[in-house]
C-alpha cells in the first residue's frame, strides 16, 4: 500500500468482465485501475469515480464516498461487486493484572 493511500474500512472486490476477480482496499487502488485498466472510458460514473478518489487521496473527500462512487462505476461497466465476508476485528482486552499467590 502507497503511503499516501486512503485506506477504506471496507474492501471492494468486483469480478472483472473477463470473470476473475479483483479487491481493492483504498482510493490509492481504485485510481490505478480507474486511470490504466478500466474497459470503458467515457461513462458518467467512471469520471465521477475518477473526481472522488483523487478528492479521498486530496484529504477533500472522505473515503466512504469514494468507494461508493467506486462501487456506482464498477456496475455501470457491467463489473459486479462480490460480497465479502465481514471479518470482525477481535476485541482487544487490557491486560488483567497478574496475581501473586500468598504461600
Not at 10 to 33: K, N, S
Not at 59 to 73: D, H, K, Q
Amino acid at each position: 500500500m502507497p503511503l499516501n493511500d486512503v485506506p477504506w474500512t471496507r474492501p471492494v472486490r468486483i469480478r472483472l468482465q473477463c470473470g476473475l476477480e479483483r479487491t481493492f482496499t483504498g482510493a490509492y487502488d481504485a485510481l490505478d485501475f480507474l486511470e490504466n485498466e478500466w474497459p470503458l472510458r467515457h461513462g458518467e460514473r467512471h469520471e465521477r469515480a475518477l473526481k472522488t478518489c483523487r478528492g479521498a487521496l486530496n484529504g477533500t473527500i472522505p473515503a466512504v464516498i469514494a468507494r461508493e462512487a467506486f462501487l456506482a462505476a464498477c456496475l455501470e461497466a457491467g463489473m459486479p461487486a462480490v460480497m465479502v465476508p465481514w471479518k470482525r476485528r477481535p476485541a482487544i482486552h487490557p491486560a488483567r493484572p497478574v496475581r501473586a499467590a500468598i504461600v
